[in-house]
């Protein structure tokens, strides 16, 4: 049972994040889900716009790349330590493109329901997306 709930989160970073299929989006997203993720003004509402926020990353980052590096299910909920890496090549949150090379890690908690993610709450390394990308200075010592 949790490979089954692992399958679902993963099919969201291997097919809609890393190949472009966004439209797969609808396929393992509830259509009332709900995502936390703490860089982003407000949650995302609904499988239409985390597919257009999955559109806006592949835009910037056209060679995404997202690694799985581990995965955890209990219950109803299936958690995922995850590295992304890519190429700013497309404008991001209204950023031009920078042409640098960029890699973060983060982690997500997923909550399934009838065999698609229902809720999700993601934390990941935005700070240090925007240093690498010459936005924020980088910390001292670092």
Known sequence: ????????????IEEV???????????????????HDPSLPEDIAGAAAERELAAAYRVAFPDLSITIEDQVAEGDRVVTRWTARGTHIGDLWRIPATGKEIRVSGTSVDRIQNGRILESWANWDSLGLMQQLGVLPALAGA
């Open 17 to 35: 994040y890393n190949q472009g299929k966004l439209d797969v989006v609808y396929e393992v997203i509830a259509a009332e889900y709900v995502g």
């Open 1 to 12: 049972m949790s490979d089954d709930l692992k399958a679902i989160p993963r099919r969201l």
